[in-house]
Antibody
Framework: QLVESGGALVQPGGSLRLSCAAS????????MSWVRQAPGKGLEWVSI???????YYADSVKGRFTISRDTSKNTVYLQINSLRVEDTAVYYC????????????WGLGTMVTVSS | EIVLTQSPGTLSLSPGERATLFCRAS???????LAWYQQRPGQAPTLLIY???SRATGIPDRFSGSGSGTDFTLTISRLEPEDFAVYYC?????????FGQGTKLEIK
């Protein structure tokens, strides 16, 4: 199970840290990702952290978002800086399923709204 | 960057009918890394199909996937009321993950 938290209403230019707490498995044993969905829109992959610690980002968030994890808390984070109106979305945490490069477990999401 | 284009945008069918959804890639992709998800209103996506044709755990056998190269298909053999939702295809390549824009399956 994955449970996201940390979403909020933020002004443009602001920052947030989203959390994704896992239970039933160890986040450091899996590739963990963030996927977002703007209101009424489709899914957009945002970032992933590999078991070895390597991280990758979509071009739209590179340089502004940082993914990390805390193994002692079994939690994955997404630090979001320099927020833009277009970052408004539900942010889902998802676990990658082995070598198939797909996401088999998703959280319920946390809403980030960027507005002045 | 590979672009996935899904069609149709909206599909209107009745329970019991057969649904066929399409996903076209802008260039040939590996079947190993093509997946389908279902998203019901207000819920997170659910993995249906991975590796283009393998059903995820717990997915009913009325769902099937096929295709290769640039053209992939999700088929729902007999629609149940709970199948009316939005469906997304997804691909992995070069450490990036791409989703199609979705097909909305609605009750006719």
């Amino acid at each position: 199970q994955l449970v996201e938290s940390g979403g909020a209403l933020v002004q443009p230019g602001g920052s947030l840290r989203l959390s994704c707490a896992a239970s039933g498995f160890t986040v450091s044993d899996y590739y963990m990702s963030w996927v977002r969905q703007a209101p009424g829109k489709g899914l957009e992959w945002v970032s992933i952290i590999y078991t070895g610690g390597s991280t990758y980002y979509a071009d739209s968030v590179k340089g502004r978002f940082t993914i990390s994890r805390d193994t002692s808390k079994n939690t994955v984070y997404l630090q979001i800086n320099s927020l833009r109106v277009e970052d408004t979305a539900v942010y889902y945490c998802a676990r990658r399923f082995g070598g198939s490069r797909v996401f088999d477990i998703w959280g319920l999401g946390t809403m980030v709204t960027v507005s002045s | 960057e590979i672009v996935l284009t899904q069609s149709p945008g909206t599909l209107s069918l009745s329970p019991g009918e057969r649904a066929t959804l399409f996903c076209r890639a802008s260039q040939s992709v590996s079947t190993n890394y093509l997946a389908w998800y279902q998203q019901r209103p207000g819920q997170a996506p659910t993995l249906l199909i991975y590796g283009a044709s393998s059903r995820a755990t717990g997915i009913p056998d009325r769902f099937s996937g096929s295709g290769s190269g640039t053209d992939f298909t999700l088929t729902i053999s007999r629609l149940e009321p709970e199948d009316f939702a939005v469906y997304y295809c997804q691909h992995y390549g070069s450490s990036l993950y791409t989703f199609g824009q979705g097909t909305k399956l609605e009750i006719k």
